[in-house]
């Protein structure tokens, strides 16, 4: 089992939260496509599974990381060619997955559009029947997109602004995020800058029905979104007064976006449940002399809603039909 945690994220806290086993076969188990164990192949292979929600939602980003480079660098939004790249990229895609040819060379998933959409390795019922469905829906969140960015003065923020992040790398030296307990806390944002008059903006990009909508309570989204302020509070050194996080959400009939800023409060809130989430994460990551954790040391998800949508299910299936 891999042992020493380097590094902890917001997705690697949901991963854990909503299902130990699945964490188990995500970040512990070793797992590669050409591993000698067949069990581990199998775990290798489905780690490469993406769903078709989160494959649009891919698809998306590039479009918008793409358009804001090219924004930032003083020309339009795209080339007029970028609905038929798009409708090739989903096409070519699409029909690898669909003829399932990933079986007969698995070694090269993940490259040159060659995907494994979780709902065709499952034969899962498939609301969005063909590609075509699937380039109306990401085409419409893109215009929504452009629309969004003519209305929020976007493209002349980015060209005024002192310094800008377009998804940056989430490892490297200077790669955005902070320490907690010799940890380094990955802030995978979107977008950030600072401006003319020095405050530092973040976006982060919502895509599909989920509602942005606010409630008294600490959001999934709110928390991912805190996380990412503290990245120039503590690293960077801005206060938190003139850190703002936009939560920005394409896909219903409008655009959602909301404004978000934290306090001391807030700060300290959110620092507690990372320092938990690390410390629970240790346990299993780097346990105490003489202890080893296996599969069988992780339970199952408590919620049956959370296996729908998961990749690995059949490797849980086998063992509860035994």
Not at 61 to 80: F, N, P, W
Not at 113 to 131: A, C, D, M, T, W
């Amino acid at each position: 089992m891999s042992k020493l945690i380097k590094n902890w994220s917001v997705s690697r806290y949901q991963v854990f939260n909503t299902c130990e086993r699945r964490y188990y076969f995500e970040y512990l188990s070793n797992a590669r496509i050409n591993s000698r164990d067949s069990f581990l192949r199998e775990i290798g292979f489905l780690k490469k599974l993406t769903n078709i929600p989160m494959w649009k939602g891919e698809i998306f980003h590039s479009i918008v990381a793409e358009s804001l480079q090219i924004l930032k660098d003083g020309s339009s939004v795209l080339s007029q060619n970028w609905r038929s790249e798009l409708e090739d990229k989903i096409n070519q895609e699409w029909n690898f997955s669909e003829s399932k040819a990933f079986r007969e060379d698995r070694k090269n998933l993940g490259e040159n559009g060659k995907i494994v959409l979780f709902e065709h390795e499952y034969n899962e019922e498939i609301k969005e029947q063909n590609p075509r469905e699937i380039f109306t829906s990401v085409e419409a969140w893109v215009n929504q997109f452009f629309n969004w960015v003519e209305e929020n003065n976007l493209k002349q923020l980015l060209q005024n602004a002192k310094k800008v992040w377009i998804e940056p790398k989430i490892h490297g030296r200077n790669a955005p995020g902070f320490k907690v307990d010799e940890i380094d806390v990955i802030a995978k944002v979107d977008l950030a800058l600072i401006t003319k008059d020095g405050k530092f903006k973040i976006f982060d990009w919502k895509t599909g029905n989920s509602s942005l909508k606010k409630s008294r309570q600490f959001s999934q989204a709110e928390f991912q979104i805190g996380v990412y302020q503290l990245w120039p509070h503590l690293t960077l050194k801005y206060s938190l007064e003139v850190i703002e996080a936009h939560l920005v959400g394409f896909g219903n009939n409008s655009v959602q976006h909301e404004i978000h800023h934290i306090n001391w409060e807030k700060k300290e809130k959110i620092l507690s449940l990372v320092r938990q989430s690390i410390a629970q994460l240790k346990r299993f990551h780097n346990p105490e002399p003489g202890v080893e954790f296996s599969l069988e040391d992780f339970d199952f998800a408590s919620n049956k809603n959370a296996c729908k949508l998961c990749k690995f299910k059949r490797l849980c299936q086998k063992e509860l039909e035994t």
